[in-house]
């Protein structure tokens, strides 16, 4: 079963404009909520986290806002750049005694020019 | 400051064989974790280690093992390969085991013919 869904495969928006990328979860045990950004040939690369007791945390253009209630976590990344354009995963860090993280399957985003 | 480093970067191996890959954690980073990503799916939880002992292991058959050595990296095992192995291996490092922000490496590309 897929505790964390990303069900939007990819996303094109225009250079300049919001990009808002979706994550939900079905499982309540989590402490911590991630994005990560992944360029081809390379690892994952942290973007920003989220502990589960907020409800938004910022860094720069990049916004991650929890609603625990829905049990869904977006990412917005006000104003889209050409260079953003990657795969972004969320991720859910499990609170067991591995503290593993749990990922989506990942969105694509285009961001054009 | 060098990254998390993983070898080789790609293999190719025939389905029945072994095989060996190696990670070095960011330094002074205790706590080493392998993914293995599929192709269009997200990075999914194999093991994780800290302070040399395993703390944590996901849904995957025996055939996977791993250790971590004093100088805290680490070796990922597979035996016996199916075609199904074939995959990206991501390793991960973070300071401690509680550590939410995780550091990827590159990954090995391993292709099971």
């Known amino acids: 079963d897929q505790q964390v869904k990303q069900n939007s495969p990819s996303l094109s928006v225009q250079e300049g404009r919001i990009s808002i990328l979706n994550c939900d979860y079905t499982n309540s045990m989590f402490d911590y909520f991630l994005w990560y950004k992944k360029y081809p040939a390379e690892g994952p690369t942290f973007l920003i986290s989220i502990s589960s007791i907020k409800d938004k945390n910022e860094d720069g253009r990049f916004t991650v806002f929890l609603n625990k209630s829905a049990k869904h976590l977006s990412l917005h990344i006000v104003p889209s750049q050409p260079g953003d354009s990657a795969v972004y995963f969320c991720?859910?860090?499990?609170?067991?005694?591995?503290?593993?993280?749990?990922f989506g399957s990942g969105t694509r985003l285009l961001v054009r020019p | 400051d060098a990254g998390v480093t993983q070898s080789p970067t790609h293999l190719i191996k025939t389905r029945g064989q072994q095989v060996t890959l190696r990670c070095s954690p960011i330094s002074g980073h205790k706590s080493v974790s392998w993914y293995q990503q599929v192709l269009g799916q997200g990075p999914q939880f194999i093991f994780q280690?800290?302070?040399?002992?395993?703390?944590g292991r996901g849904n995957f058959p025996d055939r996977f093992s791993a250790r971590q050595f004093p100088n805290y990296s680490s070796e990922l095992n597979v035996n016996a390969l199916l075609l199904g192995d074939s995959a990206l291996y991501l390793c991960?490092?973070?300071?401690?085991?509680?550590?939410?922000?995780?550091?990827f490496g590159s990954g090995t590309q391993l292709s099971v013919l």
């Open positions: 991960a490092s973070s300071w401690d085991i509680m550590g939410e922000k995780l550091f």
């Open positions: 280690y800290y302070e040399k002992e395993e703390r």
């Open positions: 991720a859910a860090r499990s609170m067991d005694s591995s503290y593993k993280l749990i």
